[in-house]
């Protein structure tokens, strides 16, 4: 690993190192969605390189970059394996979240084993109650990608706060030991690489050190002024971000494997002068050409939208609840964009693209599984931005 934690130093080896990785995790696609989790030799090559090391704080061994350094690195994994990327994104990301919780879970986990790895279930499944010193968990949670490669979960919940109407939105942080995890759960037509597995809680309590609002987090009230730089930015439009590179970085996947496809193949049709190459139809062409526009654009908003957020955070300024609405708008468009690219390439397979062995249909239902994630709902987020732009007022919304 490089002495130097200078982002201009790092960061480009960050994405070399995931570029070298491409072949070897197109390679192993097949055999992790076979598997239905991701293989420990592709978690071994993360760990070496550094990947879930990049949100993690310098002051508990990590490199303590920017969460659009992590973009990066999915924009180049998910070119060799979404599944891969998606697993990253979650394990990485969540390097973030336990700052957010404070230095006593930071301490709690990473002083005891500075490579431990953070799975989740953020959705509240499952309850949580209010005890005293902490809260109770008790029930099932769905959905926690990468929970086989982790040593502790963070899972989500509603708890009634005294005196207050509704219920606050906080995550526990668990070691996954003290969880049921279940391995039959998780049977999809996409992303089966990700191990999303279902798991159940028996009551157990987790202390308030160990938890945090994502009200909190969302609102900017837990101190984020005060925490080192790369830790200032919204929580959910954070979240969101680095979910939809994962994204992006499949779509990314599916140009370079409609490319190279499309560049041995030859139509079947005979126009008279012999069977023509698909790389010289002209509708293939401009197929190929829009998809790749539509990635490096979505890619293009993401460095966009943290050059604009990391302009307020270096003048000391809070970053606009009305630019933060955009930005929720602007990453699911990325989903979107991602999603019409790959269907876009999809239609000039023919009859090649029914096939479970074509890498580029494997990629669609990767891309389809993941834009269907919550969060990249377009409708809802478009909602909330026109709803500013004619009232003036944002929304209730967490961003």
């Given at each position: 690993?490089?002495?130097?934690?200078?982002?201009?130093?790092?960061?480009?080896?960050?994405?070399?190192?995931?570029?070298?990785?491409?072949?070897?995790?197109?390679?192993?696609?097949?055999?992790?969605?076979?598997?239905?989790?991701?293989?420990?030799?592709?978690?071994?090559?993360?760990?070496?390189?550094?990947?879930?090391?990049?949100?993690?704080?310098?002051?508990?061994?990590?490199?303590?970059?920017?969460?659009?350094?992590?973009?990066?690195?999915?924009?180049?994994?998910?070119?060799?394996?979404?599944?891969?990327?998606?697993?990253?994104?979650?394990?990485?990301?969540?390097?973030?979240?336990?700052?957010?919780?404070?230095?006593?879970?930071?301490?709690?986990?990473?002083?005891?084993?500075?490579?431990?790895?953070?799975?989740?279930?953020?959705?509240?499944?499952?309850?949580?109650?209010?005890?005293?010193?902490?809260?109770?968990?008790?029930?099932?949670?769905?959905?926690?990608?990468?929970?086989?490669?982790?040593?502790?979960?963070?899972?989500?919940?509603?708890?009634?706060?005294?005196?207050?109407?509704?219920?606050?939105?906080?995550?526990?942080?668990?070691?996954?030991?003290?969880?049921?995890?279940?391995?039959?759960?998780?049977?999809?037509?996409?992303?089966?690489?990700?191990?999303?597995?279902d798991f159940d809680v028996p009551r157990v309590f987790v202390p308030a050190h160990m938890t945090f609002s994502l009200q909190g987090a969302a609102?900017?009230?837990?101190?984020?002024?005060?925490?080192?730089?790369?830790?200032?930015?919204?929580?959910?439009?954070?979240?969101?971000?680095?979910?939809?590179?994962?994204?992006?970085?499949?779509?990314?996947?599916?140009?370079?494997?409609?490319?190279?496809?499309?560049?041995?193949?030859?139509?079947?049709?005979?126009?008279?002068?012999?069977?023509?190459?698909?790389?010289?139809?002209?509708?293939?062409?401009?197929?190929?050409?829009?998809?790749?526009v539509l990635v490096r654009t979505a890619m293009a908003r993401h460095v966009a939208m943290f050059g604009e957020m990391d302009a307020f955070i270096?003048?000391?300024?809070?970053?606009?609840?009305?630019?933060?609405?955009?930005?929720?708008?602007?990453?699911?468009?990325?989903?979107?964009?991602?999603?019409?690219?790959?269907?876009?390439?999809?239609?000039?397979?023919?009859?090649?693209?029914?096939?479970?062995?074509?890498?580029?249909?494997?990629?669609?239902?990767?891309?389809?599984?993941?834009?269907?994630?919550?969060?990249?709902?377009?409708?809802?987020?478009?909602?909330?931005?026109?709803?500013?732009?004619?009232?003036?007022?944002?929304?209730?919304?967490?961003?």
């Open positions: 690993m490089p002495a130097s934690h200078d982002p201009a130093v790092l960061e480009p080896q960050l994405i070399e190192r995931a570029r070298a990785l491409i072949p070897v995790l197109q390679q192993r696609a097949a055999e992790s969605d076979s598997a239905r989790r991701l293989s420990e030799d592709t978690v071994a090559n993360f760990r070496a390189a550094g990947f879930f090391k990049i949100l993690q704080p310098q002051a508990y061994g990590g490199h303590g970059l920017s969460p659009l350094s992590l973009c990066r690195v999915l924009f180049e994994v998910g070119r060799g394996d979404m599944s891969a990327a998606w697993v990253l994104f979650v394990l990485a990301l969540h390097q973030y979240e336990v700052v957010l919780a404070g230095d006593a879970a930071c301490q709690a986990i990473w002083g005891e084993d500075p490579d431990a790895l953070v799975a989740s279930s953020v959705a509240p499944f499952g309850s949580l109650e209010a005890a005293e010193g902490g809260y109770v968990l008790d029930g099932r949670w769905r959905f926690s990608s990468g929970i086989d490669h982790a040593q502790w979960v963070g899972i989500g919940g509603l708890v009634a706060t005294p005196g207050q109407a509704g219920k606050e939105f906080r995550m526990s942080l668990l070691r996954t030991r003290d969880v049921h995890i279940d391995h039959g759960s998780w049977n999809p037509f996409g992303l089966a690489g990700t191990g999303s597995k609102r900017m009230e837990l101190g984020q002024e005060r925490l080192p730089r790369n830790y200032r930015y919204p929580f959910w439009t954070v979240f969101n971000a680095v979910l939809a590179a994962a994204i992006i970085g499949g779509a990314n996947g599916a140009v370079d494997e409609a490319v190279e496809q499309m560049g041995t193949r030859v139509g079947s049709a005979d126009t008279g002068s012999g069977k023509q190459a698909a790389a010289a139809d002209p509708f293939v062409q401009s197929r190929i050409g829009r998809a790749r270096d003048r000391g300024e809070p970053i606009p609840v009305d630019l933060r609405v955009h930005y929720l708008s602007e990453i699911a468009q990325g989903a979107r964009d991602a999603e019409e690219a790959v269907l876009t390439l999809y239609k000039t397979t023919g009859g090649r693209g029914l096939s479970l062995d074509n890498r580029l249909q494997a990629i669609l239902r990767n891309v389809l599984a993941g834009a269907n994630h919550i969060a990249m709902n377009l409708d809802p987020t478009y909602k909330n931005l026109g709803s500013l732009l004619l009232s003036g007022e944002a929304p209730p919304v967490p961003c």
